[in-house]
């Protein structure tokens, strides 16, 4: 290689130089020519560590000679890296799996429900207490079939029908129909609860009454009156329950209405030994808030906050039946309480007349003062009999005398 450059440098100077500097060109180039080529050793008695942090050698300046034929070293040797000697990893230590507890389920307590209230066969000689009226009357005989439930000697029949009234006696007349279902049940009290569906035009001869107007008020008054006659003539009392408000204010309002003409009918009613007793029951103020006006919750027999009513503003709920039922409980209890017997004679141990008290003159002494002893000039106590002597008087008695030395009541100084 060295050799076929020098004979391009001899061919190519002898052309562009004289001959003798040609010569000296020639002879100085072979020799660098030959320098270079030689490679570089590294006289170093420790081998150079390089590491990867170290920068890298800067890039070797080109000259013209490797311009002109290139570089002599195409190749760098490639530098002896020494990497950082890697740390033996060490097993990672692992840990015994801590073993839990199995959770066991508790099992849930079952939810034992009450036992059923048991059944109370009612006697066949039972009181029958027969409710009748409107759908309203129907839940009042629940509440009172409840009620009475642990009562043997009283049953509730219900024969009410939900939708009659006293308005519309074509589809259904009370004052026809009560005499057949007395003959059938034989009740012993009759409870009567009705006006729900009334708030409707009377329609009477052609002639449409408006509810609520004083021709209306007035027929209504005579139908009620007219079934009071009945129950009248078949001896059997009437317990009439006042109807309650209601959502609607205008339904309402009609109730107020029919609960007077009720009131007075009922009052107005004979109460003579061979006529039926009445009696009114009024549960409004049961059924309204503080202010007087409809309330769906109110308090229940047991004295909790509770839903009374239902969504539509008119129903009952069961705790609302149970509550209209517990103000018609108290009359019928009345009614049917059985007559006092006679009271039993006393039974005497002995014949013997007893013993009058003997009375005893007792000696009373009056409040002792604390000067009374000094004042009375003796050292005995007051009702102190003993001796007569000390009763008797003494001359001197009521003079002052004065108390011995140390006694409580000697104010005296003590002397030196």
């Known amino acids: 290689m060295i050799q076929l450059r020098c004979e391009m440098l001899q061919t190519i100077l002898p052309r562009a130089l004289s001959g003798k500097t040609s010569r000296i060109v020639l002879a100085v180039l072979c020799a660098l020519s030959v320098f270079l080529s030689i490679p570089a050793t590294v006289q170093a008695q420790e081998p150079v560590i390089q590491l990867a942090q170290q920068q890298p050698p800067q890039q070797k300046r080109r000259t013209l000679f490797d311009m002109l034929f290139g570089n002599s070293r195409e190749q760098q040797p490639q530098q002896n890296t020494v990497r950082p000697p890697v740390q033996q990893q060490q097993p990672r230590r692992t840990t015994a799996p801590v073993k839990k507890k199995p959770v066991i389920a508790k099992p849930k307590p079952a939810i034992v429900a009450p036992p059923p ?65 007395l003959a059938e049940q034989k009740p012993a ?88 007793k009445a009696v009114f029951v009024d549960v409004w103020d049961g059924f309204v808030d503080d202010k007087g006006g409809f309330t769906q919750t109110g308090v229940d027999v047991s004295g909790q906050t509770v839903r009374l009513r239902g969504n539509d503003g008119i129903t009952l709920t069961a705790a609302g039946k149970l509550k209209l039922a517990f103000y018609a409980e108290k009359p019928l209890r009345q009614l049917l309480k059985p007559s006092p017997a006679a009271t039993p004679a006393n039974d005497l141990k002995s014949n013997e007349p007893m013993a009058t008290p ?32 000390k009763t008797s008087a003494r001359p001197g008695a009521a003079e002052t005398k004065a108390a011995p030395l140390g006694r409580a009541d000697n104010f005296q100084w003590p002397r030196p």
């Open 189 to 276: 009290v009759i409870v009567m609860m009705i006006g729900a569906n009334d708030r409707q035009t009377i329609t009477q001869k052609s002639i449409s009454l408006v509810p609520d107007s004083d021709e209306w008020k007035k027929l209504y008054q005579d139908r009620v009156e007219a079934f009071l006659q009945v129950t009248t003539k078949s001896g059997v009392p009437v317990i009439w329950v006042g109807q309650l408000s209601y959502q609607s204010a205008a339904l309402s309002q009609t109730m107020l209405s029919l609960n007077t003409s009720y009131k007075q009918a009922v009052e107005q009613t004979p109460t003579t030994e061979g006529a039926a």
């Open 358 to 389: 003997v009375h005893k003159e007792m000696t009373r002494i009056g409040p002792m003062k604390l000067r009374d002893l000094d004042q009375a000039g003796e050292d005995t106590l007051l009702g102190d009999t003993s001796t007569a002597a």
């Open 117 to 181: 209230a048991p059944v109370i066969a009612k006697n066949p000689d039972a009181a029958k207490i027969l409710v009748i009226g409107d759908f309203i009357a129907g839940g009042l005989a629940e509440g009172l079939t409840e009620t009475f439930a642990d009562a043997a000697d009283l049953q509730v029949i219900n024969r009410s029908n939900g939708s009659s009234g006293f308005v519309r006696q074509d589809y259904y007349n009370w004052s026809k129909e009560l005499p057949a279902i």
